[in-house]
Nanobody, 115 residues
């Protein structure tokens, strides 16, 4: 079993920055990917950024150049540095931990970008 816990959400003004953190615990020795998705009411959950064990990353076009994903493999943690935030970045952000078979989600953390 794997537990996934996010932290770091909150309210920020447009143009501001925020860092999300996610920690995985439990049976984590075969983690392959760690990443972030987001969801707004009435829409499907979408990929924001993901980082694989080989160091490769993938970002949604809407966040390229503004968001940076990083991992601490020794701690089984993943981070999302979000800069130049826009109102359209407002969403619940979910951490996802991927294995060869299956994946686990955190409970989500709200990010609100508003003046």
């Amino acid at each position: 079993q794997v537990q996934v816990v996010e932290s770091g959400g909150g309210l920020v003004q447009p143009g501001g920055s925020l860092t999300l953190s996610c920690a995985a615990s439990g049976t984590t020795f075969r983690i392959r990917t760690m990443g972030w998705h987001r969801q707004v009411p009435g829409k499907e959950r979408e990929l924001v950024a993901i980082k694989s064990n080989d160091g490769s990353t993938n970002y949604a076009d809407s966040v390229k150049g503004r968001f940076t994903i990083s991992r601490d493999n020794a701690k089984n943690e993943v981070y999302l540095q979000m800069n130049s935030l826009k109102p359209e970045d407002t969403a619940v952000y979910y951490c996802n931990v991927g294995f060869i078979v299956g994946n686990y989600w955190g409970q989500g953390t709200q990010v609100t970008v508003s003046s």
